[in-house]
């Protein structure tokens, strides 16, 4: 009968120091995404949610709106797209420059103007521009992060400045999140 006891005291003692395993983290480092000639990391900002649903729907990698409200009627809205890399957008400069280009086409009162880069988690290249479409009064910075085949734009766009401006320090963050995602080999 002791030795019943003492059996379960141990058994007791051990089930009681033994951590859960079953319990959620409290953060994570992101999503990843993954393509053809891409992998990349990127984590939501605090009060944003990400929809990777509704970005295949757009031609884009994820779509990113504040909680409680859609990608259809938030005032300020994120986002994720990669361009290949081809004879015509060989290098970052030739993608942003037929970005502006494409751009500007739309409304001669539009304008494009430099922005300091934003730092990725992995530090890669990054070159930042602030779009102004006169034509929509859209507000939105784009920063272009150059790959060895890709170019990963990640851009925040607003039609009402002060969403925009609010907006800024969760696109900081989001632009902070990326980094390059290398497997380890296939399995």
Known sequence: MKALKAMTLILILLAVSIPVVSQKPSSTDGSIFVGRSFSFVLKEPN??????????????????YPDGSSWK???????????DKDEDQSTIDKVISNDVADFMKLSKESTVS?????????????????????????YE?????????????????????????????????LVGS?????PLGSP
């Open 114 to 138: 430099d922005s300091p880069p934003l730092e990725t988690r992995d530090k890669s290249k990054s070159i930042s521009k602030v779009f102004y479409d006169a034509a929509n009064k859209n």
């Open 73 to 83: 009627n938030a005032a300020a809205v994120m986002y994720a797209r990669v361009i």
């Open 141 to 173: 910075t784009v920063t272009f992060i150059d790959g060895s085949k890709v170019v990963v734009i990640l851009a925040l766009s607003s039609r009402q400045k002060t969403e925009y401006d609010k907006a800024l320090p969760a696109f900081k963050a």
């Open 47 to 64: 009060g944003w949610t990400m929809d990777i649903e509704t970005a295949r729907s757009q031609g884009l990698q994820v779509v990113l």
């Open 178 to 182: 990326y980094f390059v995602f290398t």
